[in-house]
């Protein structure tokens, strides 16, 4: 079921919003000073791409440079993705078919939020991207 709803999450905008992550983390790996955020959006781009089947968890050995650097991704990018998550998500649970997009849209709302200090992983007996491997 999950790889169904990967390809059709795929099909139905993931692909986009992946390539959209794609570009700011280009630019912003462009941008010597910015390269955390480049990692952070290359890694919800990766999230982004195949969903079902992963979760976003806090890493333990998060310190404050990730505060500091969340504080600063919030007021530049992170409720402008917030909000657009949340608008694409109430727009795909319109269709009984998009209630499970639309979820996945709410799921990436917190990372969108904080990205640094977090990690994805397989969840398990969950069918994840191939190799199941831990994004950090």
Same mark, same amino acid.
């Given at each position: 079921m999950r790889v169904a709803l990967n390809v059709?999450?795929?099909?139905?905008?993931? &692909?986009?919003?992946?390539?959209?992550? &794609?570009?700011a983390a280009v630019i912003c790996c462009i941008l010597i000073v910015t390269i955390p955020f480049g990692i952070a959006s290359a890694r919800i781009a990766l999230f982004a791409l195949w969903p079902f089947g992963r979760e976003i968890v806090r890493r333990g050995d998060a310190g404050a440079a990730s505060t500091v650097g969340n504080v600063i991704w919030f007021v530049f990018?992170?409720?402008?993705?917030?909000?657009?998550?949340?608008?694409?998500?109430?727009?795909?649970?319109?269709?009984?078919?998009?209630?499970? &997009?639309? &979820?996945?849209?709410?799921?990436?709302?917190?990372?969108?939020?904080?990205?640094?200090?977090?990690e994805?992983?397989?969840?398990?007996?969950?069918?994840?991207?191939?190799?199941?491997?831990?994004v950090r």
């Amino acid at each position: 079921m999950r790889v169904a709803l990967n390809v059709i999450w795929l099909i139905f905008g993931g &692909l986009w919003l992946a390539l959209g992550y &794609l570009v700011a983390a280009v630019i912003c790996c462009i941008l010597i000073v910015t390269i955390p955020f480049g990692i952070a959006s290359a890694r919800i781009a990766l999230f982004a791409l195949w969903p079902f089947g992963r979760e976003i968890v806090r890493r333990g050995d998060a310190g404050a440079a990730s505060t500091v650097g969340n504080v600063i991704w919030f007021v530049f990018f992170g409720w402008w993705l917030a909000l657009g998550h949340l608008f694409t998500g109430i727009a795909m649970c319109i269709t009984i078919i998009g209630i499970p &997009l639309g &979820l996945a849209n709410f799921k990436l709302i917190p990372v969108s939020f904080t990205p640094l200090g977090r990690e994805i992983r397989a969840i398990p007996g969950g069918v994840a991207a191939p190799g199941q491997f831990v994004v950090r």
